[in-house]
């Protein structure tokens, strides 16, 4: 299976939050369908490999991956550093890219893969990348955010 592109419905509605029990099996779902595209780019949703659950995986200045479970923004604008347009690609839309508007610094309540709660601050790159698969889950692509 390869990426969900644009037009098909499931990108466009927000993924169910994983609960508890049976966490492990979407989890599973999700890393078969996602770790053999990850060289396409820097960051995966669910959505984008057919799947309805709340799970993204982004990729860190370090170059190590981290797979989210029911991620939620809490916190934006750490700093006060406000918004950058930010210009992105999407696996889902092809080689088009769109400016988009981005926080520079966000914290991140999720879930890990061992369904341990997590909080994660980031800046920059991993910011945008962070928010760029949220807005996935969300049912939101970068074509909708464009700015005028």
């Given at each position: 299976m390869g990426i969900i592109k644009k037009g098909n419905p499931i990108l466009e509605k927000p993924c169910e939050y994983v609960k508890g029990a049976?966490?492990?099996?979407?989890l599973n779902k999700f890393l078969i369908r996602s770790v053999?595209?990850?060289?396409?780019?820097?960051g995966i949703a669910a959505n984008q490999v057919g799947l309805t659950d709340r799970i993204c995986t982004i990729k860190l200045n370090?170059?190590?991956?981290?797979?989210?479970?029911?991620?939620?923004?809490?916190?934006?604008?750490?700093?006060?550093?406000?918004?950058?347009?930010?210009?992105?690609g999407c696996l889902s839309i092809g080689e088009k890219e769109y400016t988009v508007e981005r926080y520079t610094e966000i914290i991140v309540e999720f879930y890990d893969m061992n369904f341990q709660p997590q909080t994660l601050d980031l800046y920059g790159q991993e910011a945008i990348i962070?928010?760029?698969?949220?807005?996935?889950?969300?049912?939101?692509?970068?074509?909708?955010?464009?700015m005028v």
């Open positions: 049976g966490y492990k099996t979407k053999p595209l990850r060289e396409k780019g820097v370090n170059g190590r991956w981290i797979t989210m479970l029911n991620p939620t923004i809490i916190l934006i604008n750490l700093n006060n550093n406000g918004t950058i347009e930010s210009t992105e962070a928010q760029h698969e949220i807005d996935h889950l969300d049912g939101i692509l970068i074509s909708d955010k464009v």
